[in-house]
């Protein structure tokens, strides 16, 4: 079993910043990649970023391209989000999620399904 747990949500203005921490714990030997989503009223889960085990390959949903920098510190069982120039339309739960395939180290799993085990998630809020 892997436990993930969100931090670093808040209430922020438009164009703030906030830095979003997912740490692991439990079976962090079988994590692979990890992801960013989000799940906004009314709305269905959207992926917001991926990072592959190594940290080397990422992959970015449209909107947050050059925003958003996904990062991973595998000796402390740690992925971060760091979330520039925010919008209204950022507003949401951010759930962090791991995935315990074994597609090897670059894989960038993009698919909700693809992910085992997932967080309880941290509200963010950006006012206008």
């Known amino acids: 079993q892997v436990q993930l747990v969100e931090s670093g949500g808040g209430l922020v203005q438009a164009g703030g910043s906030l830095r979003l921490s997912c740490a692991a714990s439990?079976?962090?030997?079988?994590?692979?990649?990890m992801g960013w989503f989000r799940q906004a009223p009314g709305k269905e889960r959207e992926i917001v970023a991926v990072?592959?085990?190594?940290?080397?390959?990422?992959y970015y949903a449209d909107s947050m391209k050059g925003r958003f920098t996904i990062s991973r510190d595998n000796a402390k069982n740690t992925v971060y989000l760091q979330m520039n120039s925010l919008k209204p339309e950022d507003t949401g739960v951010y759930l962090c999620a791991a995935d315990v395939s074994s597609y090897g180290a670059w894989y960038l799993p993009r698919r909700i399904s693809e992910y085992t085990y997932w967080g309880q998630g941290t509200q963010v809020t950006v006012s206008s």
């Open positions: 439990g079976r962090t030997f079988s994590i692979y990649a």
């Open positions: 990072i592959s085990q190594n940290g080397i390959n990422t």
